[in-house]
C-alpha cells in the first residue's frame, strides 16, 4: 500500500531526477559515440529528444506529491518500455549484435525507482520484471551479460523499495513520538494547575470534615476518594490509548486501568506489563470504567478489579460488595432503554470477539468478569 507523501521521502524522490538525468547524459555520450554504427540514426535522434522532455516531464511531475500516483507512473513504465522495445528498429540488429548499447541502458532504471519509492518492494520487483522483459525481448542472443542487468535491475527495485519503507515508517514513528510528546507536555501542564487548585481544595475539604457527622461527612468521604482517583490520573504514564492515534503497537493495560484506582477502588495486576493491541486495550478499559460507574451508582462501598493475563486471552474482573443484582433485572433495564451493561459493557468485549460473565446473589455483591482474546477480530 503506497505511504503518504512525507519528508523522509522526498530526498529518495530528488535523488531519482539525479539519477535520470545522469543517466540521460551517459546515453547522450553513448548515441554521440555509436552515431555512424546505427541503422537509422535520425530516429535515434528523435527517441533521444523524447526521452529529454520525458525526463524532464517526469521531474516536475514527482516533485509534486499529488502527482505521485498510478497515471504517471504507469505513463513512466509505458513510455520506457516503448523506447526500449523500438531499439532494434532504431539501432539496427546487426549493430546490437556486434556489441552496442541498447538504447535505454541505465536509463531505462528510471521507472523501477519511480515504483519502488511510491511503493516498495513489491512495486519495485514488478517494474523491474517488466523492463528486464522488455530489455531481453530485444536481443537475438541472451547471455550472461544479460542475465547481469536483469539481476541488477531487480536488486535496485528491491534495496529503493526497502529503503522507501523503512523511510515511511521513521516518518510515522516521528510522527507519533512528537503527538506523544505534546500530549504528555500538556497533560503536565493541566497537572500542575490541577496539583494548585482542585487537588489543595479536595484535600482541604477531606481534612476539615472528615470528623463531622452526617452528610458533611460523606462529602468529605467523596472528596477524599476524588482526590485519590486524580491524583492517580495526573500521575499515569501517559495518556489514555483512545486519545492515541491507532496502530499496530501494544500498549499496556495496567497503566490505563491504574487511572481508575482510588481509595474505593483496588487495583491487582500482574507484575510484569500486559500488552494488548491499542484498541483491544482501550475497549477493555472502557468497558471496566463503565463496570465501575455502575459499582459507584448502584452499589457503593468499595470495589476490586484483578487482571489476569492467561496468554492468548486477558480477563479482567471487577467486583463489589454491594446488593446484588436481583434475577430479571438486566432484562428489564435493557427493556425501559437502560443500556449501560448491554452496550457499554458486554457490546463492547462482544465486538472484541470476547465474553462476559455476571456472577450476581441478593447481598452477596457482583462479579462481572470480561475476557478478550490478545487480538480483535
Do not use: K
Amino acid at each position: 500500500m503506497p505511504s503518504p507523501p512525507g519528508g523522509f521521502e522526498v530526498p529518495l524522490w530528488r535523488a531519482l531526477t539525479v539519477f535520470r538525468l545522469a543517466s540521460l547524459a551517459y546515453v547522450c555520450a553513448l548515441a554521440v559515440r555509436d552515431a555512424d554504427r546505427y541503422a537509422r540514426p535520425y530516429a535515434v535522434g528523435a527517441l533521444i529528444l523524447l526521452m529529454i522532455a520525458w525526463t524532464g516531464a517526469t521531474a516536475i511531475g514527482y516533485a509534486r506529491p499529488a502527482w505521485r500516483r498510478w497515471p504517471l507512473l504507469l505513463a513512466d513504465l509505458l513510455v520506457v518500455v516503448a523506447i526500449v522495445l523500438a531499439t532494434p528498429w532504431v539501432v539496427g540488429r546487426t549493430a546490437l549484435t556486434h556489441g552496442v548499447p541498447t538504447l535505454g541502458v541505465a536509463w531505462m532504471a528510471g521507472p523501477v525507482l519511480a515504483w519502488a519509492v511510491s511503493g516498495g518492494r513489491r512495486r519495485g520487483t514488478v517494474a523491474a520484471l517488466i523492463v528486464a522483459g522488455a530489455d531481453l525481448a530485444t536481443r537475438e542472443r541472451i547471455g550472461q551479460s544479460s542475465f547481469t542487468g536483469v539481476i541488477l535491475m531487480l536488486l535496485a527495485g528491491v534495496v529503493v523499495g526497502h529503503v522507501a519503507r523503512l523511510a515511511a515508517s521513521a516518518e510515522e514513528r516521528l510522527q507519533r513520538a512528537v503527538e506523544l510528546e505534546a500530549a504528555t507536555r500538556e497533560r503536565e501542564r493541566l497537572a500542575r494547575g490541577i496539583h494548585d487548585s482542585v487537588l489543595q481544595v479536595l484535600a482541604l475539604v477531606q481534612r476539615r470534615g472528615a470528623d463531622l457527622p452526617g452528610e458533611a461527612g460523606e462529602l468529605a468521604r467523596l472528596a477524599g476518594e476524588q482526590e485519590a482517583a486524580l491524583r492517580a490520573l495526573i500521575a499515569g504514564a501517559g495518556p489514555a490509548a483512545e486519545s492515541l492515534p491507532d496502530g499496530g503497537e501494544a500498549v499496556d493495560l495496567r497503566t490505563l486501568l491504574g487511572r481508575y484506582a482510588s481509595a474505593a477502588v483496588a487495583l491487582s495486576a500482574p507484575a510484569t506489563p500486559v500488552p494488548l493491541p491499542r484498541r483491544v486495550a482501550g475497549e477493555l478499559a472502557a468497558a471496566t470504567g463503565a463496570a465501575l460507574d455502575n459499582v459507584g451508582r448502584h452499589a457503593g462501598g468499595r470495589a476490586w478489579v484483578l487482571i489476569e493475563d492467561e496468554g492468548a486471552t486477558v480477563t479482567v474482573s471487577i467486583r463489589d460488595e454491594g446488593p446484588g443484582i436481583p434475577a430479571g433485572r438486566l432484562t428489564e433495564a435493557a427493556a425501559q432503554g437502560r443500556l449501560g451493561v448491554t452496550q457499554s459493557i458486554r457490546g463492547r468485549v462482544t465486538d472484541l470477539g470476547g465474553t462476559v460473565r455476571i456472577v450476581s446473589a441478593p447481598e452477596a455483591g457482583t462479579e462481572i468478569e470480561l475476557s478478550v482474546p490478545r487480538s480483535s477480530r
